[in-house]
């Protein structure tokens, strides 16, 4: 490492930014640092703030919230670029997501009015009426996601056999009758094996709570259900499981473009999905004694991080090559509820939003806690960072959007 | 041959008479020759004449400066034998030849020849006279010329020559260690009794000396000096005596004449000076033999040692039992000032005083009655009287249960206990005489045992009564005796169990200075406008401070510039970089950057966390549910700050509030780091309430300080309680505005909007305006105003602005009107029905006897009010029920000094609430009851300041009759600006009788 770069190094002290706007300061120096306090609180949001997530190349952060808002904030500067009403305010938003895969200038949001609906932006601003709506006519509490690519990096991808690949989706109950179409379904993705760029795919819970589907946002169609049993097995995998909590859609770069799905149910079970199976989930755990609120998953699909309601956060290693899911480490909270989880981009460090107003971040490696942040005075909804690892953020009940900087990254690294 | 070892002769009485002729006649020719002379020499050569043959004189001495003519005359003369001369001497003094000359030689030669005599002559020639003859007769004949009259003025001549004589005499030839010896012997041709006579009157001439002496004398002869040099001699004489004389039953002459001597020193007020010169030797004397290291034990040797026993003697000479308790009483507040230790303290007791202690009962009541009753030492003192009194015996003996003592120790106990125990005692005598005895009972305490306590009954009952009537005292201190005393009690009745009443006493020794460091102030601010804080306060001050203290301590402890060695932290990286390898080493190029990830301290608390209350209503029931202590607490937490938001639903809940407030119990503990405890937030949510809603917290809360379900605790709290809303309505400063402001209240953060104007200013800058619509960015007119927080304690990093969309118009007729003191409205409803019952006696409720410390705190209460209305209409209103109230017989003169103090308080607060020109009017307007009100505090503080056995309420009175006569000034200025001062000259004559 260079001369240049020592600041960056960590070991030598506390990286602790304090500035005027600061919301309060720390009472006393203890024998540890501190946990630092946030760089930027943003307010404005006149409600809670239920998702938050960075723009993928741009300075921009996206927040929704609970009486249909959507925000568009400078990162830098720290101030609301935009706002539009976006949902219902009866209703409100559920999740805001944002990927490559659907284009730089987009945005997706989900309302709990059942609808999912994409935005362009424009100089900073949201285009009037959405570009793409779903009027899904689902109506539950899980996030959709957007499917989350390998990261370019592909040097261990050897280890990883590839004739495991694909698209794991998990869905309710017994769906017999959609049997029929699996066929058709399946040799759809396959011909979008090559233009995935083009073709966005969503995952999130179905109009039948404890389905999973999967969506083709340009077309705004359904193009899957998970389960959905053939005729011949009658899946009743989804029986008792209760709803889908959290849903995680992902593309290993060894799946042959087949979606692989993870998704959590209200009992705590997870399931493992192949999409070329969609009658029963590649494998299912339980490793949560609650529902499963939320899941990350590293860049390299080695395994991933679950927060659910019970007072425990599960780091787990996935092996495409055996289908299997194993229990890496289980960290026991003092409180139970992790709202929401976000695994950086490098893999080093990762999130947890809970509901006892802290985001904690912990070592993603080792599972050891780093810092326990305590900012938010109420439920904390969501955690994210940003892709270029410098940042995170923080929505919460109390309407405000923290912004963190913390154990910054190398940055030859 | 004045020396003492001259022997006695026998004169016969043939020869006696002979030689007194002789004497007679040789004096008679001296004086003669000194009338008839007519230059100084035939003076000096007549004296001589006459001295030759009493003195061993060389005339070569003084011949040089005389005349050859004399000087013949002189060396001419007979010299006699040493034999005859020694006769003569005796003879010369012994008759009345000395006197007649000395009345020339003081008079008329001291006149008329002394300033013409040659300095080696007045020395040798006139001077031997006084210095070489018997000191007795000398003092005897010297003593009375100092005060010299002739024609009814003194003459100063003759006086200042006396002085000289005298100084030389006394102090320059030690003249009264010559009179020790000489009265050692005693004269055949007199009785005892003359002897003893003879004895008191010279010492009485001596000691006079200093106060016969004229003003401008020789500073030899200023009190303290000549008294200094006394004693050094009397000791130095009592030593001699006793070292020459073994049978000391016979020959006692000399020390009659020291312990004489003494009573007078202390009968002219100089013990200080006597025992400056006594204490010193005795000490140095008994520090000698208590050092260990001697083979006797220190009883024998000091009873072995006959060379100290001239103390006792003295001691016992001394006849005058004023003089014995002067002596003692000083004795011992002397040796408190010194090093000195208990055994020391016992041997110098029992040195001086063994003898008559047990010889004379007087002085045993003196120590044992006096000295523990009456007077207050330091308690080292007190040890040593109590030892050497009381037990008898020197304090590092085991203490052998000897019967009789152990009795005595018991009949003390006990005598003190019944004085202790009284209530009267306790409300009447001065802190230090309580704390005195306290610590006399403690200390007798401490050498009894459970059994001598069983022996006698009341003993028990004693102390227990004590114990109680002092635990209700206002007055920390005195709490403190009776836990003090409490516990050494129990240790008495259990060793093994103490009892601790107070947290205070916590060390194995009880501390019975009772010193000043924990005496509380006073129970009540003074008058004058500052308050003094009661010592709950400074309690909690204190433990703030420790706090504080802590935190400071923790703060150095923990440096943060502190050097951090390099090496450490690559040992701890490079640590972590193995473990990290043990378990995924797959990855080299990210193990070293795993080292960046160092944890935040992870301490984490749930404080935040708790679901707070959010509506007044689930407050109360919170409250109400008393098995909910955590519930309660949490209610507490927030009831300040609910009240203070001061929502619509307060005045219809307030009662409730109020009740569930007071009744609630509460830990008065302080949590680890939580700043308040949950009987401070008590008190500061009753105080929010009572200033937030006034009229509708009051009624309820008078009625409870009535109510027989409260216990004189929180009877208390109510009086604090609103004597803290009536100093916070008084501090506050209110907005009235015309119109209830639409306006909405919008708390804005930290970061600002990007159209608000910029909060860049001073603390406490002016009122924002608005801006005006024109140069808004915006379309919308926006109007501004600022509220800076004026309490200085409540500080706050956000501000709170007033936003609203207004018209100019409308916010210029909004205009706020500040006023400063919002307490005068309420000023009636806080203080008239307080005092309607105070002098009721029912169930649970008794102001005037057993619950005065509540009456004590509700006067204080009124005087804060009227303080807090002070100039205002009210005040001139309510002073006369206040002054009615206090000027009732019950309250006025009760018993306990603290409810007189808070009356005085109250009193002065009346004086400073009253505007001076209401007082004018009023007496001009002729209302008698007002001038009435006021004289009778003038005279009723006169009173007190006269008779008050409290130093306190004395001082206070003392402040009350000043502001008394402050505005009784300004009336009378107010009464002059105005034209009618003579239709009332007559009724302000009350108050112009002080003024003046």
Redesign the interface.
């Known amino acids: 490492m260079s001369d240049s770069h020592d600041w ?7 990286h602790i930014r304090c500035s ?5 300061t720390h009472k ?9 306090d946030p760089v ?2 943003l ?1 404005g949001h006149r409600a809670s703030v239920m998702d938050v997530c960075f723009h993928p190349s741009h300075n921009l952060l996206f927040s929704g919230s609970s009486d249909g808002e959507l925000r568009i904030w400078d990162s830098v500067q ?1 101030r609301t670029i935009s706002s539009a009403w976006v949902h219902s305010a009866a209703h409100g938003i559920i999740s805001v997501s944002t990927s490559p895969s659907i284009g730089n200038n987009k945005v997706i949001s989900q309302g709990k009015d059942g609808t999912v609906r994409c935005w362009d932006i424009e100089h900073g601003e949201l285009s009037r009426t959405p570009s793409v709506s779903i009027d899904a006519n689902t109506y539950h509490f899980c996030k959709l996601s957007l499917v989350k690519r390998a990261s370019g990096d592909t040097k261990n991808s050897d280890k990883l056999t590839p004739h495991h690949v694909k698209e794991a989706t998990e869905a309710s109950s017994q769906e017999i009758y959609h049997g029929v179409q699996e066929e058709a379904e399946n040799s759809k993705i396959h011909k979008n094996d090559d233009c995935q760029e083009g073709r966005p795919y969503v995952a999130m819970a179905g109009a039948e709570c404890s389905e999973v589907e999967i969506w083709d946002l340009n077309a705004a169609e359904r193009i899957a259900r998970l389960p959905h049993s053939s005729g011949a097995s009658k899946n009743d995998f989804t029986r008792g499981k209760g709803m889908c909590m959290a849903v995680q859609a992902f593309l290993p770069s060894e799946a042959q473009g087949f979606l692989h799905v993870l998704a959590g149910y209200e009992d705590g079970t997870m399931g493992w999905w192949d999409l070329r199976n969609p009658g029963v989930p590649l494998t299912s755990v339980r490793f949560h004694s609650e529902p499963v609120l939320s899941f990350s998953m590293d860049g390299m699909f080695n395994g991933g991080v679950s927060g659910g309601a019970d007072d425990k956060i599960v780091i787990f290693t996935l092996d495409l090559s055996l289908g299997s899911c194993i229990l890496k480490k289980e960290i026991s909270l ?2 139970p509820g992790i709202a929401g989880t976000s695994i950086r981009a490098d893999g ?2 990762f999130g947890t939003a809970g509901w ?3 985001i904690r ?1 912990y ?1 993603y ?2 599972g ?5 942040l ?1 900012y938010h ?1 109420a439920t904390c909804n969501s955690v994210s960072f940003a892709a270029d690892c410098k940042q995170m953020a923080s929505a919460s009940e109390d309407t405000t959007v923290a912004l963190w900087e913390l ?1 910054p990254p ?1 940055p030859f ?1 | 041959m004045v020396d003492g070892e001259r022997t006695e002769k026998t004169i016969g009485a043939e020869l006696n008479t002979n030689s007194n002729i002789k004497v007679l006649e040789k004096v008679g020719e001296a004086i003669l020759s000194i009338n008839q002379a007519k230059n100084v020499d035939q003076v000096i050569s007549a004296l001589y004449s006459l001295a030759v043959r009493l003195f061993p004189l060389d005339s070569r001495a003084f011949a040089g400066s005389i005349d050859k003519q004399y000087r013949d005359e002189v060396i001419g003369v007979e010299v006699p034998s040493e034999h005859e001369r020694d006769n003569w001497w005796q003879v010369f003094y012994r008759s009345t030849a000395f006197p007649t000359l000395a009345r020339v030689l003081l008079s008329d030669v001291a006149l008329n020849w002394l300033t013409c005599f040659p300095t080696s002559a007045k020395r040798h020639l006139y001077d031997v006279f006084f210095l070489k003859g018997c000191v007795s007769e000398v003092v005897q004949t010297l003593v009375p010329y100092l005060q010299h009259h002739s024609n009814g003025k003194l003459e100063t001549a003759v006086c200042s020559n006396t002085e000289r004589l005298l100084a030389l005499c006394l102090l320059e030839n030690d003249g009264v260690l010559q009179l020790a010896r000489e009265f050692s012997h005693q004269p055949e041709n007199i009785s005892l009794e003359q002897h003893k006579s003879a004895i008191c009157k010279v010492s009485q001439l001596v000691i006079s000396v200093p106060d016969k002496a004229r003003q401008g004398a020789s500073t030899l002869l200023s009190s303290h000096i000549y008294i200094k040099r006394i004693t050094i001699q009397l000791i130095q004489g009592a030593e001699e005596w006793n070292n020459n004389y073994t049978d000391k039953s016979t020959n006692f002459n000399t020390i009659l004449f020291i312990g004489d001597a003494f009573a007078r020193i202390c009968r002219r007020g100089s013990t200080d000076v006597l025992l400056s010169e006594m204490i010193p030797r005795i000490v140095t004397q008994v520090q000698s033999l208590v050092t260990p290291g001697c083979d006797l034990t220190i009883s024998e040797s000091f009873k072995s040692k006959s060379s100290l026993q001239f103390w006792s003697k003295i001691m016992e000479a001394v006849k005058d039992s004023y003089a014995v308790e002067r002596i003692s009483e000083q004795l011992l507040q002397k040796l408190a000032t010194q090093n000195i230790n208990d055994v020391e303290g016992y041997w110098i007791l029992w040195l001086l005083f063994h003898e008559i202690f047990e010889l004379q009962s007087s002085i045993r009541s003196m120590f044992t009655e006096r000295f523990l009753l009456w007077k207050v030492f330091p308690v080292c003192c007190l040890r040593w009287i109590l030892q050497f009194s009381v037990l008898q015996c020197p304090p590092d003996n085991e203490f052998k249960v000897k019967s009789d003592d152990h009795c005595n120790l018991l009949n003390t106990t006990k005598r003190l206990l019944a004085v202790w125990s009284k209530r009267e005692f306790v409300q009447s005598a001065p802190i230090e005489q309580q704390a005195y005895i306290t610590a006399a009972i403690g200390l007798s305490l401490e050498k009894l045992n459970k059994e001598d306590l069983d022996a006698t009954k009341d003993a028990m009952h004693l102390i227990l009564q004590g114990v109680s009537c002092r635990l209700e005292s206002p007055s920390s201190l005195v709490r403190q005796m009776a836990s003090s005393i409490a516990l050494v009690f129990s240790k008495v009745i259990d060793p093994s169990n103490p009892l601790y009443l107070d947290d205070t006493c916590k060390e194995e020794t009880i501390n019975w200075e009772f010193t000043s460091a924990n005496t509380d102030k006073a129970g009540l601010p003074i008058s004058d406008g500052k308050e003094v804080n009661t010592t709950q306060d400074n309690s909690f001050k204190d433990a703030k401070v420790k706090n504080k203290d802590k935190e400071l301590m923790e703060l150095t402890l923990l440096d943060p510039d502190e050097v951090i060695d390099p090496a450490t932290l690559n040992n701890e990286a490079t640590s972590d970089v193995d473990d990290y390898n043990d378990d995924d080493n797959e990855d080299d190029d990210e193990t070293s950057s795993e080292s960046s990830l160092q944890p935040y301290d992870l301490s984490d608390d749930d404080t935040d966390l708790k679901n707070n209350f959010s509506q007044l209503v689930d407050v109360v029931g919170a409250l109400r549910k008393s098995d909910d202590a955590d519930g309660v607490e949490r209610a507490l937490d927030v009831a300040e700050k609910l009240i203070r938001a001061a929502p619509d639903e307060l005045p219809f809940i307030a009662s409730d509030l109020v009740r569930t407030l007071v009744q609630v119990r509460c830990s008065d503990s302080t949590l680890e780091g939580e700043e308040e405890s949950a009987e401070e937030k008590r008190q500061k949510a009753l105080v929010a309430l009572i200033v937030n809603c006034p009229l509708g917290s009051l009624d309820p809360i008078h009625k409870l300080l009535y109510s027989p379900n409260v216990d004189t605790s929180q009877r208390i709290l109510i009086l604090d309680v609103m004597t803290d809303a009536a100093l916070e309505l008084a501090r506050a400063k209110t907005a009235r505005q015309k119109h209830p402001t639409r306006a909405q209240i919008w708390t804005t953060a930290e970061t600002q909007p990007w159209f608000m104007p910029s909060s860049i200013g001073p603390a406490g800058s002016s009122i924002w305006k608005e801006i005006s619509a024109t140069e808004s960015p915006l379309s919308l007119t926006y109007s501004y105003e600022r509220d800076l927080p004026s309490k200085p304690g409540q500080i706050k990093k956000g501000k709170s602005r007033r936003w609203s969309a207004k018209s100019m118009n409308e916010v210029q007729d909004n205009r706020v009107e500040w006023s400063q003191n919002k307490f005068p409205p309420f000023a009636a409803a806080f203080m008239l029905p307080a005092m309607q019952g105070f002098d009721k006696k029912s169930h649970g409720v008794d102001f005037l006897g057993r619950d005065f410390i509540v009456l004590g705190k509700l006067i204080h209460m009124l005087g804060i009010c009227m303080k807090c209305s002070a100039m205002h209409p009210e005040a001139s209103a309510l002073a006369l029920p206040l002054l009615d109230m206090l000027s009732t017989r019950e309250i006025s003169h009760h018993a306990e000094a603290y409810v007189r103090k808070s009356v005085l308080f109250a009193a002065s607060c009346v004086l400073l609430a009253l505007n001076p020109t209401y007082v004018a009017s009023a007496l001009v307007e002729g209302s008698s009851e007002l001038s009435r009100g006021l004289e009778w505090v003038r005279t009723w503080a006169l009173s007190v300041a006269e008779s008050d056995t409290d130093k306190e309420c004395y001082t206070m009175a003392m402040a009350c009759l000043q502001l008394h006569s402050e505005m009784a000034l300004q009336t009378s200025r107010a009464l002059e600006s105005s034209d009618s001062v003579i239709q009332c000259g007559l009724l302000l004559l009350p108050l112009y009788i002080e003024v003046a």
């Open positions: 960056y190094d960590d070991t030598s002290g506390s005027g706007d600061l919301p309060g006393s120096k203890m024998s540890k640092r501190p946990p630092p930027a609180v307010r720290h003092e409180r080093k460090i006892d107003h802290r971040i070592n490696k080792k050891t806690p780093l810092a326990i305590k005075r154990y190398r690294a």
